[in-house]
């Protein structure tokens, strides 16, 4: 299973939120290059950048910081965060990025999201289903509608996503421990490459992740709180 630590962006800083409340806002460095650059330093390989300024205006708005990460380091780099209009993907990936995760605009623009599909192929294109009671939140998780997260992945698989990261808002930044009841209906009822996301406390839920069938997991605030080190992820292995 793939490690993927994460980093937020609010005003050009690496920051975590809880549970997408952007008043909870923790700045952890004021160099989000330094953060990526010592992640690749102990082994990681694979990061995911989220622009919330980005998620949040919906427009890309820190591309730079993807630059400059891109260019400094050797990280496979997944970014998301305001990915709304054919100039943002192609900013995105001109900046460096690996892939892009987009959930939004595929609840509001599906036909623009299925071209970008078919344009870049599924191997560069994440599905963001973020959720909350099992219902997509879009727009920086501000916005809520009424599709549920299973129905909303299946319908998907079908049109060609094979890459999907789902966040259960209400376990993000929570140190609280992962869906792994949701994500087990996600792998029995689809066959995506399932990225769990929020919730993530300490080794332990990150193999039973793995036991699930998950093919990677994104960290983040276990790491900056200390509850995780870099050591101990070098230690069990990392893909």
């Known amino acids: ?44 390989k694979y990061l995911h950048l989220i622009d919330l300024d980005g998620a ?18 050797q990280l496979k780099i997944d ?21 892009v995760t987009v959930g939004s605009l595929a609840i509001n623009n599906p036909d623009l999201f299925l071209d970008w599909l078919e344009q870049y192929g599924a191997e560069k294109i994440i599905l963001g289903a973020d959720c909350r009671n099992r219902m997509i939140a879009t727009n920086g998780w501000l916005s809520e509608s009424q599709i549920d997260v ?36 996600i792998l029995n009822q689809t066959e995506v490459n399932l990225i769990a996301s929020g919730g993530v406390s300490s080794l332990e839920d990150i193999r039973k992740l793995e036991e699930i069938g998950c093919e990677g997991v994104i960290l983040g605030k276990a790491i900056y709180e200390g509850r995780i080190t870099l050591k101990e992820l070098k230690e069990i292995g990392i893909e």
């Open 1 to 44: 299973m793939r490690i993927i630590p994460a980093i937020d962006i609010i005003d050009g800083k690496c920051v975590r939120l809880t549970k997408g409340d952007y008043a909870t806002k923790k700045v952890y460095n004021q160099h989000p290059p330094e953060v990526a650059k010592e992640f690749e330093d102990n082994g990681i």
């Open 56 to 73: 949040k205006s919906q427009q890309i708005v820190n591309h730079r910081i993807l630059e400059r990460i891109a260019s400094q380091t």
């Open 79 to 99: 970014f998301g965060g305001g990915i709304k209009r054919p100039e943002d993907i192609r900013i995105a990936f001109e900046s460096g990025a690996h892939q």
């Open 150 to 185: 299973i129905r909303f992945i299946e319908d998907y698989t079908q049109k060609g996503i094979r890459n999907v990261i789902c966040t259960d808002i209400s376990k993000d930044g929570m140190l609280e421990g992962t869906s792994n009841e949701l994500y087990c209906e």
